[in-house]
């Protein structure tokens, strides 16, 4: 079974940038559809953003539209996030999560697999 492990998150001052990695570990990574997914404290699990199975589709959240960016490279088995101009608001535990849907989802329950989550937190 695939497992999934983020790294790269961390405290950074707003305005400023962090890229996030998830990677698996099994073989099977390109067959997933990937997105990542944000929580923060008493707030639900929202999604951020989501790439097809080979990179050529995206879709963002309109909360992060033109500061974020994800990307995959199949040959490391690593989708990729990458987060410029981070606000205070941006603050949470990021997660990737994997989904047999061939084009990018927004919705949490077309995910099948879950990493255990980085926490991101953004000072002002």
Do not use: H
Request: include cysteine.
């Amino acid at each position: 079974q695939e497992q999934w492990v983020e790294s790269g998150g961390g405290l950074v001052q707003a305005g400023g940038s962090l890229r996030l990695s998830c990677t698996a570990s099994g073989g099977t990574f390109s067959i997933y559809t990937m997105g990542w997914f944000r929580q923060a404290p008493g707030l639900e699990r929202e999604f951020v953003a989501s790439i097809s199975r080979t990179g050529g589709v995206t879709s963002n959240a309109d909360s992060v539209k033109g500061r974020f960016t994800i990307s995959r490279d199949n040959a490391k088995n690593t989708v990729y996030q990458q987060m410029n101009s981070l606000k205070p608001e941006d603050t949470a535990v990021y997660y990737c999560a994997a989904s047999r849907f061939l084009v990018p989802r927004s919705s949490r329950r077309e995910y099948d697999y879950w990493g255990q989550g980085t926490q991101v937190t953004v000072s002002s």
